[in-house]
Each structure stands twice: as C-alpha cells, then as structure tokens.
C-alpha cells in the first residue's frame, strides 16, 4: 500500500463546492523529492495515494439516522425531523409530496417518478406524521395519500447547506486539485484498471479531481483505448473516426498528424460541445523528440483571472470563431463560437476552449474590442507557457494518458522518426457524463464490495 503522499500534505477531508481554487502548490507532495521534471520518464504518483486522498473526502456526512422527534410545521408547510444526534433537517411539504417513494407515484423498476406535475398539488396540506413501525417517516396526506420514507434517504436529501454541498459532491465530484510544473502525474495499471473495480474507481477519481492519469503496462499494439473506452462505456464519435492515428501523414488533415511542435492547445474546440475525456496510446514513440506537454487550464485561468482580471473578463465574455474542415472518417465542415474560459453561472471556470491552428480568421467582434482580445489571449498563454506551469514527460510504447479535455491543455515537441521507428499515437474520445456514471457506478460497487 502507498502511504497517502498526498493526505500528508492537508489535502482536503472535507468538500469544497465547486471547482474549488486550491492554493498553488497544493500538490507539491506528490512530487517525489529529487525528481527532476527534465527527466525523461514522468514523475508518476500511485493513483492509489490520490485513491485514498479521494475516497476519503466523498462520503456524505451521515452520522445518524436515528429520529428523535418528528413534527409538522403547518405554519411554513414543512416536516421537521430531530435526528438522534441533535441536528434538525426540514423539509417542505410540496417536495415530500411530489418524491413519494409509493408504487404508484414511483416507477419502482426506473426509480422514476410516475407522478404526474400536473397530479402534484403545491399548495398541500400534510393530515399527520410519523415514525411508523419500519423506522420510516410515515405522512398521510389530506386526501389519505401515505408517503412514507427511508431515514437515511432523507436525510441525504437534507436542505441545509451543507448536506446539499455533500451531496452535490458526491454526485459530481466537483472538487478540483489544481497543480503546476511540480505535479507528479497519477499513474496505474492498465491491466488492473480494466480488471479491478478498485484501480478503475482510483482512476476515474483522479482523473476528474486532478484531471490527468497515466496507465502503464498496455500492449504496444491498436485497439488498446477501445478496450478502455468499453470499460467505461463507450467512446465519442468525431469526424476523426472512433479511435484516431496520431502519425506523420501526407496531406495531413490536422495539424496534429505532423511531425511538428503543436503548442497547448485543447482538443476540438471547433464543436460546441467538445470532448470532455481523452485517452493517448503509444503504440511507438520517435526515435528523437515527441516529448508531451499538459498544463492545468483551470488553475492558469484562476491565475489570469488574479493577475489580470480584464483579460479573464474579455476571454470569458468574448466568443471566438473556430473551424476545422477536410475528411476523414467523412467529410466535414465544422464551425464553432466558443469562449476561450468558459465559467459557470457560479462564476467557476468551467471549460477551456483553445486551439490556435483551430481560430478562424473570422472574428467576430466590434472593432474596439479587437486589440484587447489579442492582448487578453497573449497574457493567458503566457501564463500557460511559464515553464513553472508546464508538466513534460515522453510516453513509451504502452504507455496510455487519459486526460481531462475541458481541463488540460496539451502539447508535443516537434520529433524526427526513422523509418523502422515511425511515431504512433493512437486517440480516443469520451465525454464527461459516460465518464461520471462509470465512477458513479464504480463506486457503489466498491463500496458494497467493502461491506462484504
Ligand atoms: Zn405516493
């Protein structure tokens, strides 16, 4: 077992709301002392020490669920439970009523409700309440409707503040670990991921709270981030084809299937609704050069956004044009309008959209506003490029990094192949929502697995 590197260093326990903004260097401990980042192999964390820091903040707070009292407020129209250890949680009428867990308001094969909203009464009255016999609070309403409801599903359900924060994080899993140049980049087991619900929980964990994760000991062979794809669900098909070459190509379709520097960029921002995962495969690396580049965009934009709140404000308000048009698994003509930081109506950075071989000559914009979106974007790739900011590492054949698409920017060094050693990277996508369900899912296997 790998002793928690990163729980030495106060990592959270507790739940942050949010893409929360961790002070830089947060990460520092996960980087083993001594490890220089202009070595050739990545300075790779066990996704087992993030696996133990992850798990260890997701549980809901549900300390008791045991009622000490339970009583109707008419006057606010909501049921107040006394829990066991003292705490209170209330809960309106209206909402009781509209999730009865009945047969006949839920669709118990679906956990759906069946409940018509037109059938829902918002202005219900409540006859009485009660604990009844089965430990479950028990409301008869006026028309002799009884709803009756599991404890521990209640009290998850809990208005407070803080009982939504956690239960929002553990739907979610919104917390973000931001990190720089000092990352030590969390790896696993290819092998163990696909085979062992444990590893592929640590994985997906990591993987949404840090945003990149390296899997090692994969055949050097195709075919590999299909089979990864599957063990989450399925991938996303692009234009791209389901599974793409990265490879020095004649005519090439993307600047990407050249043997030349690609600077970070995010993958696709030329749709709407980009990818929000990426798998990388290297099926063989150049003999000279090749070397990956990845950059945490979330925490880059928090430092634009503190450095130089007007240029955060113009890259997050202002939508720019991307393209990209050819054929490859068909023919296409894609065109997009994107901000470059996407925020959240929380005012959370949400989304990074950038690829500059990707942004249209077509700009859109008044223009007063022209010169101020070059000065807005050259000072966010600045802070991209600061050399303190950038992880590099050289993946070997076998080697497959998954990363966070909305998060990450990635980059590669220009490289020189021999003909008997010819670069090859194969690509896949996925997006966030199948992502989520497997970890979803992966968790409460994990768990009931540990109640065994
Ligand atoms: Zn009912």
């Known amino acids: 077992m790998f002793l928690c590197r990163l729980a030495r260093y106060g990592l959270p326990g507790r739940v942050l709301r949010g893409t929360a903004a961790r002070p830089l260097g947060s990460l520092s401990g996960c980087r083993r002392p001594g490890l220089s980042l202009a070595q050739k192999s990545p300075g790779l964390a066990s996704v087992q020490s993030c696996w133990h820091q992850t798990m260890m903040a997701a549980p809901l707070p549900v300390t008791s669920c045991r009622v000490l009292a339970v009583k109707a407020r008419h006057e606010e129209r909501l049921v107040e439970v006394v829990w066991e250890d003292g705490s209170t949680s209330l809960y309106p009428y209206t909402w009781l009523r509209d999730n009865c867990q009945c047969l006949n308001c839920t669709l118990q094969s679906a956990q759906a409700r069946s409940l018509l909203f037109s059938q829902l009464d918002i202005h219900t009255g409540l006859h009485t309440v009660q604990v009844n016999d089965n430990n479950q609070v028990s409301i008869v309403w006026p028309d002799q409707h009884v709803s009756d409801f599991e404890l521990q599903w209640l009290r998850k359900r809990c208005f407070s503040a803080a009982s939504r924060q956690a239960m929002q994080e553990e739907l979610f899993v919104n917390e973000r670990i931001y990190?720089?140049?000092?990352?030590?980049?969390?790896?696993?087991?290819?092998?163990?991921?696909?085979?062992?619900?444990?590893?592929?929980?640590?994985?997906?964990?990591?993987?949404?709270?840090?945003?990149?994760?390296?899997?090692?000991?994969?055949?050097?062979?195709e075919g590999q981030v299909a089979r990864l794809s599957k063990r989450i669900g399925y991938l996303r098909l692009t234009f791209y084809g389901p599974t793409w070459q990265v490879q020095d190509k004649a005519m090439a379709v993307n600047v990407a299937y050249t043997s030349g520097d690609l600077s970070l960029h995010t993958d696709y921002p030329a749709l709407h609704y980009t990818p929000g995962v990426q798998f990388l495969h290297c099926v063989e690396q150049a003999q000279q050069g090749g070397e990956s580049e990845v950059v945490d965009g979330f925490h880059m934009a928090e430092l634009l956004r503190r450095e130089d709140p007007q240029a955060f404000h113009t890259l997050s308000s202002l939508r720019v044009d991307f393209d990209d048009m050819g054929k490859d698994y068909c023919d296409f003509m894609v065109h997009s309008k994107n901000h470059i930081i996407d925020v959240d109506c929380e005012g959370q950075v949400s989304r990074i959209n950038f690829n500059n071989a990707t942004r249209n000559s077509v700009l859109d914009l008044p223009l007063h506003q022209v010169q101020e979106f070059y000065r807005a974007l050259k000072a966010y790739v600045d802070i991209l490029n600061r050399p303190k900011n950038v992880v590099t590492y050289r993946m070997e054949p076998g080697d497959i990094v998954t990363f966070d698409n909305w998060r990450l920017l990635h980059g590669r060094k220009s490289y020189i192949s021999?003909?008997?050693?010819?670069?090859?990277?194969?690509?896949a996508y996925l997006d966030w929502d199948e992502v989520m369900s497997r970890l979803r899912i992966l968790r409460k296997a994990v768990s009931e697995e540990d109640e065994r």
Do not use: C, T
């Open 179 to 221: 990190w720089d140049s000092k990352l030590r980049i969390p790896s696993a087991n290819f092998e163990e991921v696909l085979n062992d619900n444990k590893a592929a929980l640590a994985w997906l964990l990591a993987l949404k709270r840090i945003g990149i994760v390296y899997l090692r000991g994969a055949p050097s062979e």
């Open 418 to 427: 021999s003909p008997n050693k010819r670069r090859h990277l194969e690509g």
